[in-house]
């Protein structure tokens, strides 16, 4: 069985460490851990991992993000991956930073990236997991604040987040997609996480009480 995983961003490294390529660096980290390396091919840079009789086809398109679709559509059919075993990856500014949520289908929700892709496919019955990013702009500053740099707070909390999406990717080609929706959807308050964070580092260093 072959799942496409497709992170969605931007190429180039001005774009890193934005919001808005939390597609990439889930992709990255994954591929990190799993010590696998992608290569660059048509539309996209491409990993493959196998894991538990399934390989994982791993995609970052190089298409930028309004163009998403054209990277996702060629390589569905170049690896011969049936719709249903696709998962899309990307940030959302309606859910609270850190929030996850795995649907099967949906709208856009005002995503350039996924609504290339419902446009270049014809249909908006794919799974996608949404990672929250929080809506912390002002009116009219929305484009600059998905393109902005993860501040402070943010940079402490995502190694665990990312830890738990490469989680869900496993369990979505592995249990299917509704078991993996009730594991992983959760609700994510970032400041007590945070709170949980300090303490445990306190206690490994032995600085508390």
């Known amino acids: 069985m072959k799942y496409l995983i497709v992170g969605l961003g931007n190429p180039g ?10 597609g990439f660096k889930v992709l990255d980290a994954f ?13 996209a840079d491409i990993a493959k991992l196998k894991y538990k009789g399934r390989v994982f086809v791993l995609a970052k398109p190089m298409t ?14 170049k690896e011969n991956v049936p719709v249903e075993n696709l998962l899309i990856i990307v940030d959302d500014l309606a859910l609270p930073f850190g929030t996850i949520r795995i649907k ?4 856009a929700g005002g995503h350039n990236g996924l609504n290339d892709i419902i446009n270049i496919l014809g249909h908006q019955n794919f799974n996608r997991l949404r990672f ?3 809506a912390g702009y002002s009116k009219g500053k929305q484009v600059d604040y998905v393109l902005e740099n993860w501040n402070e707070k943010e940079i402490k909390l995502l190694p665990e987040r990312l830890k738990k ?14 078991r993996t929706m009730n594991l992983f959807n959760d609700k994510y308050n970032a400041e007590t996480e945070l709170l949980k964070l ?10 508390s009480g």
């Open 132 to 134: 929250g990013i929080g």
């Open 198 to 207: 300090q303490n445990k580092n306190s206690d490994a260093d032995g600085t």
């Open 104 to 107: 099967d289908s949906g709208g």
């Open 31 to 43: 591929a990190e851990a799993s010590d696998i390396f992608f290569e660059h091919l048509r539309y």
């Open 13 to 22: 490294v001005e774009y890193s460490e934005t919001r808005h390529n939390i």
């Open 165 to 178: 999406i490469a989680g869900a990717v496993k369990n979505f080609g592995t249990i299917g997609i509704e």
């Open 64 to 77: 930028y993000m309004n163009l998403s679709g054209k990277a996702v559509d060629y390589w569905l059919k």
